[in-house]
């Protein structure tokens, strides 16, 4: 049993079913020293830049506070994921989301879902970046969104989950509000979509600095 485990564990998915693993085992801390060691972190909270036609934004992630989305997050920035797609929804005085669709409107399927974790005590607050997700709790994929706006209505309310805040902006806030501003209409059916194409040109975790 423990060699079948370890080996399931080694595939493609693995970062993000060990921290899984270890949250059904041994609750949130666990999870996120799992996480942390599954990826090679640091104590250092990891950052990734988030280089777009509009400019470049640099986010820190939370993983003690949502393990399980930053360790599906973490993965999908290492497969490369979000390389090619655009800003789809940008709402002036709310958020600016991506993740899910390329310039074309072409959809994007997510390998995964990950379990709501809005309970962590973070905030959707401008500059906080968050998971969207469906009316279902844990339905959170790929995508993810920028606060642009103090937005408390998306925050977990006792007895009811939010939306997984995992990560804030540290620069670039200036590229964020240049997307907020820019031009949108309806495509497709879906409103807010920039009539320039805001294209995330590549999205790539930050080495550690050394001291």
């Known amino acids: 049993m423990r060699k079948t485990l370890s080996a399931w564990l080694r595939t493609t998915n ?5 921290a899984l693993l270890a949250l059904c085992v041994g609750g949130p801390n666990a999870a996120a020293e799992t996480a942390k060691a599954a990826s090679g972190e640091s104590d250092e909270a990891p950052i990734v ?8 934004i640099d986010i820190q992630l939370f993983p003690e506070k949502a393990p399980l989305t930053v360790a599906n ?15 789809h929804r940008v709402v002036a005085n709310f958020v600016i989301q991506a993740g899910g669709y390329d310039a074309a409107m072409n959809q994007r ?3 995964r879902t990950v379990v709501n974790e809005s309970f962590n005590g973070l905030t959707n607050r401008r ?16 995508q993810f ?3 642009v706006n103090d937005n408390a209505h998306l925050d977990a309310q006792p007895g009811k989950p939010g939306y997984t805040v995992f990560g804030k902006v540290i620069a670039g806030m200036e590229a964020v509000t240049d997307i907020e501003l820019s031009d949108t209409g309806v495509r497709d059916g879906m409103a807010g979509v ?3 194409p805001i294209v995330i040109n590549s999205l790539r975790r930050l080495p550690v600095q050394a001291d």
């Not at 693995?14 to 060990?18: K, M, N, Q, T, V």
């Not at 830049?49 to 470049?56: K, P, V």
């Not at 500059?127 to 790929?142: E, I, K, Q």
């Open 109 to 111: 399927e997510p390998p």
């Open 73 to 87: 997050f973490l993965q999908l920035v290492e497969q490369n994921f979000y390389d090619g797609l655009i800003f």
């Open 145 to 147: 969104y920028i606060n």
């Open 49 to 56: 830049r988030l280089d777009t036609s509009a400019g470049t």
């Open 127 to 142: 500059g906080a970046v968050a998971m969207a997700r469906l009316a279902d709790p844990d339905s959170a994929d790929a």
């Open 194 to 196: 920039p009539q320039q």
């Open 14 to 18: 693995s970062r993000f079913l060990a």
